[in-house]
Each structure stands twice: as structure tokens, then as C-alpha cells.
């Protein structure tokens, strides 16, 4: 049973607070993870990129990533409105031959 | 660079009609995928080609939607008769390995009625 699984939320958060998105998932051997934004009515735009543990951080958005924990978070720092939308986190799963995706997190930041 | 590129953006047709949607990877890219996106489901993988090859069509629903890749630059999926329970976001993506990140086209939102 593959599974990436993610809160459907909606998560709110005020604007210029801290959202932490989180992504839990099923195989110890998994090495690519990936985040995607999808505004409502477009299409997922990859976000974020990491394959070891620990922290990747680029510009507001920050990837952590626990492999003996497995899970990968998003953090966005100084949240603004215009982050509002779902985030899917892509996993490569063992037995799998692609990526698997999450269902996403809502993300609401209000002004 | 060109990104993926998808075509119609929007479809409206009649319940028995057939559909065909187009998509054009980014060039070099080897792998193409077809996604079907819903509320309820999210987003399902269809099928994916690698070198214009079908590797897993698993997802495909049903007899009635077929997919082909004739060229590295050209990819169609067919659904042959539509139903409005087809009716949903498509969308194709390419990267250039299986678990390298994948880019999205805009979409096709198909409404089938």
C-alpha cells in the first residue's frame, strides 16, 4: 500500500507568521522528495527539491527531511497572502515506478 | 526554455463524443506522464512513457482511454467513448528521469456532459 499522506487542512495561518506543512510516508528507502504549489485552477509548480536529512532553505521556504522519522516538512517563513494555495509532497516510493504524490495541504494565509 | 505544453486548455463535449488530448514535453526530457486530477481522488498517474515507450499504464481507468507517444515531442491520450464521469483536470508532465522532478503543463479541464 503506497502512501504519502498529508493533512487536507485547510491550514491558516495569519500574514508574516511561520506555516509548517508536513508530509509523512510509508518506505525507509525512499531518496527524492519533492514539494509542489498548485494555486487553485493551475498547475503544480515544483517548489522545493531535497534528498538528504536535515535542512534545505531558499528563500522563504524551508525543506526538512527525517528519514528515520520519515517525514518531510515545508516551512514558510513571513507568510504572505499570496502563498495561499495546496502544496503536494512527491515521494519516491520502493515497488513504485514514479513518484507518488500526496493529496496536499491547503494553505490559507489571511491579510 | 518552452515549458510543457498542453492543448485544448478547455474541453466541453457530449457524452459519447470522442476526446483527444495533446501534450509536447520539454525538449530532451525522456519521461512523459498523464495525470487525472479530481477533489476526491487528487491527482491520479494515468500511464508514462519512457523514450516514447508506455512503461506502466496501470492507472488507466478503463478499455476506453488509450495514450501514445509517436515521437519524442508529441503525446495524445484518447477517451473513446466519453463519459462525464471522465470529466476532470489532465494534466502531463515530463522530467528527464523517474524520480528527477517533474514539470506540468497547464492542464486540459475536460467536462463531459
Known amino acids: 500500500q503506497k502512501e504519502v499522506e498529508q493533512n487536507s487542512g485547510p491550514l491558516s495561518v495569519p500574514e508574516g507568521a511561520i506555516a509548517s506543512l508536513n508530509c509523512t510516508y510509508s518506505d525507509r528507502g525512499s531518496q527524492s522528495f519533492f514539494w509542489y504549489r498548485q494555486y487553485s485552477g493551475k498547475s503544480p509548480e515544483l517548489i522545493m527539491s531535497?534528498?538528504?536529512?536535515g535542512d534545505k532553505e531558499d528563500g522563504r521556504f524551508t525543506a526538512q527531511l527525517n528519514k528515520a522519522s520519515q517525514y518531510v516538512s515545508l516551512l514558510i517563513r513571513d507568510s504572505q497572502p499570496s502563498d495561499s494555495a495546496t502544496y503536494l509532497c512527491?515521494?519516491?516510493?520502493?515497488?513504485?515506478?514514479?513518484?507518488?504524490f500526496g493529496k496536499g495541504t491547503m494553505l490559507l494565509v489571511s491579510p | 526554455d518552452a515549458g510543457v505544453i498542453q492543448s485544448p486548455r478547455h474541453e466541453v463535449t457530449e457524452m459519447g463524443q470522442e476526446v483527444t488530448l495533446r501534450c509536447k514535453p520539454i525538449?530532451?526530457?525522456?519521461?512523459l506522464f498523464w495525470y487525472r486530477q479530481t477533489m476526491m481522488r487528487g491527482l491520479e498517474l494515468l500511464i508514462y512513457?519512457?523514450?516514447?515507450?508506455?512503461?506502466?499504464d496501470s492507472g488507466m481507468p478503463e478499455d476506453r482511454f488509450s495514450a501514445k507517444m509517436p515521437n519524442a515531442s508529441f503525446s495524445t491520450l484518447k477517451i473513446q467513448p466519453s463519459e462525464p464521469r471522465d470529466s476532470a483536470v489532465y494534466f502531463c508532465?515530463?522530467?528527464?528521469?523517474?524520480?528527477?522532478?517533474?514539470?506540468f503543463g497547464d492542464g486540459t479541464r475536460l467536462s463531459i456532459l
Open positions: 512513457f519512457n523514450n516514447n515507450v508506455p512503461i506502466d
Open positions: 512527491a515521494v519516491n516510493l520502493s515497488g513504485y515506478s514514479t513518484l507518488t
Open positions: 508532465a515530463s522530467s528527464s528521469g523517474v524520480y528527477q522532478p517533474q514539470h
Open positions: 525538449s530532451g526530457h525522456d519521461y
Open positions: 531535497i534528498y538528504s536529512n
